[in-house]
């Protein structure tokens, strides 16, 4: 580990990224330790100065650590005395040189990406299930719930973001290969992209699984083209492209496979019944036989000569129940297949798996059953309730929901949509309201609900409203905590305060009930 000067500006002289640079003495110095927190710069070290709380005296304190190079967008009064090398994008030059500091471990890892707005964390989960059997306990993954990078339990821990920064994820992906791991498993949120967190990173197979209106607003994209536009990218980057032929803006899609990659390492799947458009052939397709409350069945077929070669197609069990996760189980057994997995071991490994805060049941003596899922826009509000309302036949629908600050506005509009569809009972309480009013924001989530057809009781304080919505519940009604999943931290006025998790506080309900 570690990058000569010489190296970091051939590096970026070759990106065009370089604007100018203010060197010291020798060029072959090499540095060993690289960050963009002045907190944790180590001796002979390169800091990043990057990001919109970015402070000057960070960089003193970066050099007072023993940071001896800097890279910035402009040259800093306090980076005196050390290498300066100023640049033209700061994170794009912060993914680059962080490749070739960790020694491009991805060369090392068969990786496998997911985007789209919904199914990533799931088509994830499926994925590893079925590759880590196959390749003997060494698939890594990075996710929003979790980042695994070896296979003792001391290599596995809780995410911050879904996808992490240039310099975390490199190094990430440098200790999985240290530890052993031959195939990693990651999503690539549209942020990734708006921030360059995964700029010159190429997957052996990319996956577009779905785009709706989500993460529009002032801190995330300024319009729906711009997270279309993000999410693209990550289909130029891939060997190998496999799209969900269903996805709401196909051809454009479809489009920007074909930029990089020849339509012959292109994969497409839908469900049995989709028309697709003129001259489009789907290479796979799912028949569902059975989608009920104890189990998915459903049945993957080959539709072209290049998806009979790799030898997937059979007959698949899922214990995730959610008629949605048919597809995203769709994906994650031709990515397993890519990366070399064949039926049945396929079958067996995606069988059993399940997954942090997505469809956890909880049942409650004398009332309703409870599901924590993180169903946190109207799309996968309205896929989770429509589900609930088929299988367990028009039940009265109670959902817990808040939604975040500072972050997808949309969404409150949409769950008062999906509500006013679906539910008939709503406690709106806290999720997350960052910087702003928790009022405001249920305000805005109310301001759509009809209350003709929704009753809506409005407590911020999301354990109690828990504790209301249970115990109004009666035998038979369902009870929806939504949007948290296994998050167990509130974010408030940028602190992360603990939370529980929605399914301990729901426990800690029904014990309370049991006396
Ligand atoms: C917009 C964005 O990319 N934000 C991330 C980014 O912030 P930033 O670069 O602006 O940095 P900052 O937090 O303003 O801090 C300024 C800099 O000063 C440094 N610093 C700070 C203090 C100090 O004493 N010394 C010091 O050097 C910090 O290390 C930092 O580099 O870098 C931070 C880590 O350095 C991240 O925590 C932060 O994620 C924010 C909080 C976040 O939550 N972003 C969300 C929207 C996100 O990215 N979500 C997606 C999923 C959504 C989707 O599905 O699309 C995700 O991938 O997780
Ligand atoms: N294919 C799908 N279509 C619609 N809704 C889905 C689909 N897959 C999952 N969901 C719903 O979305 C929720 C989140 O799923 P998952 O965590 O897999 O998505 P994600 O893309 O990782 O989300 P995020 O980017 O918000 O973390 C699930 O709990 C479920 O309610």
Redesign the pocket.
Same mark, same amino acid.
């Given at each position: 580990m570690g990058l000569t000067l010489e190296a970091c500006i051939l590096i970026l002289k070759e990106h065009h990224l370089l604007k100018s640079s203010a060197i010291q003495d020798n060029l072959s110095q090499k540095f060993t330790s690289a960050t963009y927190d002045s907190r944790k710069v180590a001796e002979n070290g390169i800091f990043f100065c990057k990001g919109a709380k970015f402070r000057p005296i960070y960089l003193q304190m970066a050099k007072n650590n023993g940071a001896t190079v800097y890279v910035s967008e402009q040259p800093y009064a306090e980076g005196n005395g050390m290498h300066a090398l100023i640049v033209r994008n700061i994170r794009k030059a912060m993914s680059l040189l962080a490749a070739a500091f960790y020694d491009y471990p991805q060369d090392d890892l068969f990786v496998v990406a997911y985007t789209? *707005? +919904? &199914? +990533? $964390? *799931?088509?994830a989960y499926f994925t590893r299930g079925i590759l880590n059997p196959v390749t003997n306990n060494r698939t890594a993954m990075f996710s *929003?719930v979790e980042r695994v990078v070896g296979p003792k339990p001391e290599e596995q821990f809780l995410s911050d973001l $879904?996808t992490p920064e240039s310099l975390d994820l490199f190094h990430d992906m440098r200790q999985a290969v240290d530890n052993g791991m031959t195939h990693l498993v990651m999503?690539v949120?549209s942020q990734a992209y708006k921030k360059n967190r995964v700029f010159g990173l190429t997957y052996d197979v990319g996956f577009f /699984?779905?785009i709706t209106p989500d993460h529009i607003g002032p801190n995330e994209h300024p319009t729906f083209a711009d997270y279309l536009h993000c999410k693209l990218q990550l289909l130029v980057n891939a060997r190998k492209c496999v799209i969900n032929a269903e996805t709401d803006y196909f051809q454009e899609v479809y489009a920007a496979a074909t930029t990089t990659t020849s339509p012959d390492s292109i994969y497409l799947f839908a469900s049995a019944d989709y028309q697709a458009p003129a001259g489009i052939d789907i290479d796979f397709r799912f028949a569902s036989q059975e989608a009920d409350l104890a189990k998915s069945r459903f049945k993957l077929e080959a539709g072209t000569l290049k998806a009979e070669q790799l030898k997937i197609t059979g007959e698949y069990e899922l214990e995730l129940i &959610?008629d949605? !996760?048919e597809? !995203?189980a769709c994906a994650a057994i031709i990515g397993a297949g890519l990366a070399g997995a064949t039926y049945p071991d396929t079958a067996k490994g995606i069988a059993n798996v399940q997954i942090p805060g997505?469809?956890e049941k909880l049942d409650v003596p004398n009332h309703g059953r409870v599901y924590v899922?993180? @169903?946190?826009n109207y @799309?996968?509000m309205v @896929? /989770?309730l429509s589900f609930f309302k088929k299988e367990y036949h028009q039940p009265h629908i109670i959902v817990v929901v808040g939604s975040p600050g500072d972050k997808g506005v949309s969404r409150r509009e949409g769950f008062a949509k999906a509500l006013n569809q679906l539910a008939q009972r709503a406690f709106i309480t806290n999720d997350d309201p960052g910087f702003e009013e928790p009022q405001d924001i249920a305000d805005q989530i109310i301001a759509g609900i009809d209350p003709n057809k929704v009753e809506v009781t409005v407590e911020l304080d999301r354990a109690k409203a828990i504790e209301l919505a249970i115990k109004e519940s009666q035998p038979g009604d369902i009870v929806v905590l939504a949007g948290k &999943?296994s998050d167990a931290e509130q974010k408030v006025r940028g602190v992360n305060t603990p939370w529980p998790t929605d399914m301990v506080v729901a426990k800690d309900v029904v014990a309370k009930l049991r006396g």
């Open positions: 789209g *707005t +919904k &199914g +990533k $964390t *799931t088509s *929003t $879904t999503e949120s /699984l779905n &959610g949605y !996760n597809s !995203n997505r469809m899922d993180y @169903a946190h @799309a996968s @896929a /989770l &999943g």
